[in-house]
């Protein structure tokens, strides 16, 4: 009686103490994701790879200057010297395709040996989200339970994946909360200036200035264009013509459909073009196509729609417009990994702050893409004792799939409420 009595006392307890309980999982899994392959001798080759291309673009630009920087050749010969790599044949160089004006702080990182560097970076990063996101909830709730939204927001699958490729995801996120603050403050000229940094990565701003130009956003389109054009400029005084000639010899590879540059790795991705590719190695290129394309404009035309109409940006609906905005440009961008999932963070801290985001949808959020990550593993394991048959990168198509249907229901939920009141 009495141990039936403690296990009826454990099954009825709050649902706060199992998310509690999933986030102490959390913790374990992100730690054991990233000790493993740092005892491995894997950071920068595994843990951290994607950093290799910022502090490689830092490195070139101090001893060689930017038009390097583009040199496919330039970028491998110093990437190979500070990867390791058991098997030399397993390198292949990750490019740096991004506006010179974005990599200047690289410059300093590049002063550092390395691995050193990309401690040095996660230190920041890691500082840099909790003051942000303190300062952002903040803002608008100073009463709120800021250490558990700071926590809850940490523990992402988005920001770990960011911190653990060594992706400057944070800089995005503050660019969307500035975005989102800015247009709720009707202050659309600052609006615009800030969305300027989503040139950064201009694949994600596929949908969001469609949207603006559907809103007849004049002034959130001019501060964009200031935004545009300084980072132009002065991308250009630091290319030169020759610069300008290897940045876009680069870039037709990188929007290549077929491109073999392995860093791009689009079968990792979760958005419709993943899929279509998966689709495309299990039955036919054709029915990938199909489907890939079709997703994709779909997705577009419903991320869109809820902004067909001119829109009240001083209502707190409004933040599930720009949420489900979000959400939809990561299934719909060329170029989407789970990383960029932390566009929609800033949104989706507002929706909890006022408590329009169910406990639902925050476990959903919370736990649903790391088990994606245990599911892979655990498959892949099972594949290589030959316990389950071989399938071509079915690890990347559990991640992606589950982070395409994460960010789809996300939308469906955000554009089909309807609150009568404002908040």
Known sequence: MAETNKLRRFRNRSPLFWQNLGLAALVSLYAVLTLLPFFSNQTLSALGSDYRAF?????????????????????????????????????????????PVFLVPFQVFA???????????????????????????????????????????????????NLWWGQPGLWLMICAGEFFFNMQRQRFLEA??????????PQLLMLILPALLLQRAGKTILGFAVSFGLAGAASLALLGVTGLQNY?????????????????????????????LHLGSFLTPAVGWIVGVAGTIVTTLVGLWRWRKPANTSEGRFALAVFGLMVATCAAAWHSHQHSLMIAIPTLLYLQIHNRFPLTMQNLWLFILPASWVLSIVTGALMSYGILPQFNAVGAFITGTTGLALSLYSLAWAYGRNDEDDW
């Not at 101090?62 to 990437?79: A, C, D, F, T």
């Not at 615009?192 to 990565?201: A, I, N, Q, Y």
């Not at 870039?251 to 419709?272: C, E, R, T, V, Y």
């Open 55 to 99: 502090w490689s673009a830092g490195y070139i630009a101090n001893h060689w200057g930017y038009p390097e920087i583009y040199k496919m050749q330039r970028l491998s010969e110093v990437q190979r010297s500070i990867t390791p790599q058991a098997d030399p044949s397993d390198f292949y160089p990750i490019p740096a395709p991004y506006l």
């Open 111 to 161: 002063l550092f040996p390395a691995a050193i560097s990309f401690w040095i970076w996660e230190i920041c990063n890691v500082a840099g989200l909790i003051l942000y996101l303190r300062f952002f909830i903040r803002r608008y709730s100073p009463s709120a339970n800021i250490k558990r939204l700071v926590l809850t927001s940490m523990l992402l699958m988005p920001v770990f994946n």
């Open 192 to 201: 615009g200036l800030w969305l300027g940094g989503f040139m950064f990565k």
């Open 248 to 276: 876009l010899s680069l870039m037709s590879l990188w929007g290549k459909a077929n491109s073999d540059l392995q860093a791009i790795n689009p079968f990792l991705m979760i958005n419709w073009r993943m899929l279509g």
